[in-house]
Nanobody, 115 residues
Framework: QVQLVESGGGLAQAGGSLRLSCAASRSISRVNVMGWYRQAPGKQRELVAAITSGGSTNYADSVKGRFTISRDNTQNTVYLRMNSLKPEDTAVYYC?????????WGQGTQVTVSA
C-alpha cells in the first residue's frame, strides 16, 4: 500500500492561484497513474487531472489550460498547479494512486475560491 498526504489547499480569490502537493509514503516512480480528483458539496467525485508513469497527462475539460499536473519521482510527490481559479473550482481535492490492485486515496484538502 501507499499513504498519500495532500497539502496546499486554502482560500483563494477568483483569478488567483494555488499549488497542491501530494506526498507519498513510498516511491511512486512505477505507479501507473497518479491523479487528482475533487468533490464539491452535493456532487460526485470527479477526475481533475491524471499523469502516468510515462508522463502522459489527462485533464477534465473544465480545467484544461488552467491546471497543470506534474510528478517528482525523486520526492515521491505529485503536484497540481491551479491558475485562473474560479468559484466553481471550490471543492475538496483528493490525490489518488492507481496501479493494478492499488487504489489509494489521500484524506483530501479543501480549496475555496471566492468571487
Amino acid at each position: 500500500q501507499v499513504q498519500l498526504v495532500e497539502s496546499g489547499g486554502g482560500l483563494a480569490q477568483a483569478g488567483g492561484s494555488l499549488r497542491l502537493s501530494c506526498a507519498a509514503s513510498r516511491s511512486i516512480s512505477r505507479v501507473n497513474v497518479m491523479g487528482w480528483y475533487r468533490q464539491a458539496p452535493g456532487k460526485q467525485r470527479e477526475l481533475v487531472a491524471a499523469i502516468t508513469s510515462g508522463g502522459s497527462t489527462n485533464y477534465a475539460d473544465s480545467v484544461k489550460g488552467r491546471f497543470t499536473i506534474s510528478r517528482d519521482n525523486t520526492q515521491n510527490t505529485v503536484y497540481l498547479r491551479m491558475n485562473s481559479l474560479k468559484p466553481e473550482d471550490t471543492a475538496v481535492y483528493y490525490c489518488n494512486a492507481r496501479d493494478g490492485w492499488l487504489n489509494a486515496w489521500g484524506q483530501g484538502t479543501q480549496v475555496t475560491v471566492s468571487a
